[in-house]
């Protein structure tokens, strides 16, 4: 959900991504806007197998941390009930694939909830709570993972798919501790200061220069506008 703090021009270009699939399911342009480049949903063949995603984004936070239940930008549209955004884009594209994964930014207990409402989902690749799931959470028919926060872990999945039933197994799940030690409260601190400048520059009627971003991990595609 920080991509969106930097400013909508800013957002726009982050959708038009060279190297990945920018997924946004609830947050859409008013009117037609040619630099948005974000999909509802992507379909990849990996194998045999033809796996969906779909990507979904928390709500804005202000600077006291407390939800805004409102769009990021009055030019955006956005749904924050993810479940019914979730199964209007599976039947959408109902047929086009064999198993649907969610990459989402909505935390782990939103997502918990989202795969118990959506019998679809068979995967669901969280965010935003900065929750670490030594084994994957069963959720409906889902399972939910995530890998912490500040790339202190990095979380394989594997699964087994019957294309006959669509049922899908986990084959394997494996973590890797990356950093030994969570970031310093310095850090923490620097980097809350940063995102909240952004904030502020996102919403400013004036010229107010951006601050150096934090480092971000390296994520394989797709990505979730987040």
Known sequence: NHDFAWSLDELLDFTADPHA????????????????HAEEAHVLQVGCVRVGFLGLTSTPWDERDQVIHEPFYPELTANYD??????????????????????????????????????????????????YTPSPVSAGSAVVI???????????????????????????????????????REVEASWYVHA????????????????SRPPDASVAQPTSAT
Do not use: C, K
Request: no cysteine; glycine share 4%.
């Open 146 to 184: 995530q890998s912490g926060s500040f790339a202190q872990f990095v979380v394989r999945l594997d699964v087994d798919v019957d294309l006959a039933t669509h049922a899908v197994t986990t084959a394997h799940y494996a973590t890797q501790l990356v950093a030994n030690e969570p970031p310093s």
């Open 82 to 131: 993810y479940a019914a955004e979730a199964r209007r884009v599976i039947d959408a594209h109902r047929g086009e694939a064999d198993i649907w994964v969610a990459v989402d930014h909505i935390g782990q207990s939103d997502d918990e909830a989202l795969a118990r409402a959506v019998p679809d989902l068979d995967v669901v690749l969280s965010g935003h709570s900065h929750t």
């Open 21 to 36: 699939v920018v997924l946004s399911a609830n947050h859409h342009p008013v009117a037609a806007e040619p630099r948005w």
């Open 196 to 211: 909240t400048v952004g904030v502020a520059a996102a919403t400013s009627t004036t010229s107010m220069p951006r601050p």
